[in-house]
């Protein structure tokens, strides 16, 4: 990872956390994108304490569209070509919450600023022999539908539901980006890291937390997805694909529904424009 430039978003705890530290280790210049705070600040003296170049932070908050048009512009100010943009941050809150844009939580952060994002990087990422568009999904993106009604919230909001549609717009975000850059020398690919202890279940009941920290794998196995998948160079060519746990799977057979991939991609541009 010599040379390589890397964009990690919510790298400051989790998978992201081990990530950003590998990486760094490898000798990538890495740069998370998280809120600033105490945590992140620990994070990064965490981080750099191992790291071959420093790690920086570009301070942005994902539920707002306003903010991540300041970290592209902060990218635009930090380096000319992105070897790997990690989409990595996600939030999975009990009840319904909605975005500083009206969205509802799950689809705003997880979804849509990571296609904002992704849409305003695309030239730096283009600049590279070999880039990579990296999206965390989730396995439970396959018990999702895509109910283009629900962006804005819903009377009845359910939890497990919403993190479904947002796992699996991911999962069409990567299949249809990764046909619309065919050519470019830019891959697109999505993940399952598997059943990960993150600070992703905090708002979950306390009993829940507890059964989830004894049966979930620890953070550092629930990385080496998104490292094989940045650092891997027999992936180099590989694009539109879905991995679990390191390994290449199957993923949703809605993925293969051409008209809505480019419903949801023309639905995306127009709530973030």
């Known amino acids: 990872m010599k040379d390589k430039v890397v964009l990690i978003t919510g790298g400051n705890s989790g998978i992201g956390k081990v990530t950003a530290m590998d990486l760094a280790k490898r000798g990538a210049k890495v740069f998370i994108a998280c809120r600033d705070s105490e945590k992140t600040e620990a994070a990064l003296a965490e981080i750099n304490s191992a790291a071959s170049i420093q790690v920086e932070n570009l301070p942005v908050e994902l ?14 100010s930090k380096f000319d070509q992105l070897d790997v943009l990690l989409n990595n941050a996600g939030v999975f809150p009990m009840k319904q919450q909605l975005t500083d844009d009206g969205f509802e939580m799950q689809f705003g952060v997880n979804h849509l600023s990571h296609f904002l994002l992704t849409q305003g990087l695309l030239e730096n990422l283009k600049k590279c022999d070999n880039a990579r568009v990296i999206t965390v999904s989730s396995k439970l993106h396959k018990k999702g539908v895509i109910d283009f009604d629900s962006f804005k919230g819903e009377k009845l909001y359910n939890s497990q539901v919403a993190y479904g549609q947002s796992k699996l717009a991911n ?11 065919g050519g470019t020398g830019v891959t697109s690919n999505a993940l399952h890291p598997g059943a990960v202890r993150t600070d992703i279940v905090r708002d979950l009941p306390w009993i829940v937390r507890k059964l989830i920290y004894l049966m979930f794998i620890d953070v550092e196995k629930g990385a080496q997805t998104n490292i094989q998948l940045a650092s891997d160079e027999s992936l180099k060519s590989v694009t539109g694909k879905y991995f679990d746990q390191t390994q290449l799977d199957e993923c949703s057979p809605l993925a293969d529904d051409i008209e809505l991939r480019e419903r949801l991609w023309a639905e995306s541009e127009r709530l973030v424009s």
């Open 63 to 76: 539920a707002s569209l306003a903010s991540v048009r300041k970290l592209i512009d902060q990218c635009q």
């Open 171 to 181: 999962v069409l975000f990567a299949v249809e980006l990764a046909k619309r850059l």
